[in-house]
């Protein structure tokens, strides 16, 4: 979606087969599906869908979806893995930063680990905001800047490793900024992955991972947030005319430093993924 990742489907699937793949990848789609809400009949387009994981998710739940990705590779796997699923989700090749859609063609728009290999970001923002009715939402997942995760990764970066080279690793104020910089309004943020990158401190952790990830995404290696397209007569008495199942949450701030007693940052589709 703008720089070569270089990530095969065979990467995926064997992050999947880990013990520590899975259950990290179980918490991100949480964290994902619970800004998302109630799927049943909306129309919902997946950025950067990788294999599938998401759109096959969203089609699950009784929406109809379409997958957008660059990689043929990554649409073939995808498409193999919805036929397994029973489920069926539009395949389309694209990029973020020109999605060939109608204006309001979509209800939804979710992009995990996305934004953080794309050059132009803001313009990947813009599209989807244009590709969405008004009223529609937008649930963005990406690497979290301050965690272990983070830390191991960008070390890999400066030895040497491109793929981490070129990752953006995001804060909070940062998706709020560039979220709202495509005329789209901040709504809601969740953390997910509170454990370092370690097996087994992951298997003893994961009850606390889901209990802080309604709290705070100080922390947190996989950083999600929700953003609203305003409707006609936004604002008037406070509600917010056509948006979906309009629910307002809490958002916990989050701090620059790692003085919160549990560690960690990271997440998504290539997010905690250990390649």
């Not at 699937?13 to 599906?33: D, H, I």
């Not at 060939?100 to 050059?119: H, K, N, Q, R």
């Not at 709290?215 to 509600?239: E, H």
Request: glycine share 14%; proline share 4%; hydrophobic share 40%.
């Amino acid at each position: 979606m703008g720089r070569e990742t270089a990530i095969r489907p065979e990467s995926y699937a064997r992050w999947r087969a880990s013990g520590l793949g899975a259950r990290t990848e179980s918490l991100e789609q949480e964290a994902v599906f619970a800004l998302a809400g109630d799927l049943a009949g909306l129309r919902v387009l997946d950025v950067g869908c990788g294999d599938g994981t998401y759109s096959i998710h969203a089609a699950q739940g009784g929406a109809t979806v379409t997958g957008l990705d660059r990689s043929p590779a990554m649409l073939d796997a995808a498409r193999r893995r919805a036929n397994g699923a029973g489920v069926t989700v539009a395949w389309r090749e694209g990029r973020a930063e020109a999605l060939g859609f109608e204006p309001a063609s979509f209800d939804m728009v979710i992009a995990v680990t996305v934004l953080c290999w794309v050059t132009d970001r803001a313009a990947a923002v813009q599209e989807m905001a244009r590709v969405l009715r008004p009223g529609g939402i937008v649930v963005i997942g990406e690497l979290g800047r301050y965690s272990l995760w983070a830390l191991a990764r960008r070390m890999r970066g400066w030895r040497g490793e491109k793929f981490w080279r070129q990752a953006h690793f995001w804060t909070t104020d940062e998706l709020r900024c560039l979220v709202e910089s495509g005329g789209l309004e901040f709504n809601a943020v969740r953390g997910a992955v509170y454990y370092p990158p370690s097996r087994i401190v992951a298997k003893w952790l994961t009850p606390l991972d889901r209990l802080l990830s309604g709290i705070s995404p100080v922390g947190a290696a996989f950083l999600c947030v929700r953003a609203d397209k305003p409707s006609p007569g936004y604002g008037q008495g406070g509600a917010m005319r056509g948006g979906l199942r309009g629910l307002r949450y809490k958002v916990a701030p989050e701090s620059a430093s790692l003085n919160s007693g549990l560690l960690i940052n990271n997440g998504g589709r290539p997010g905690t993924r250990d390649w």
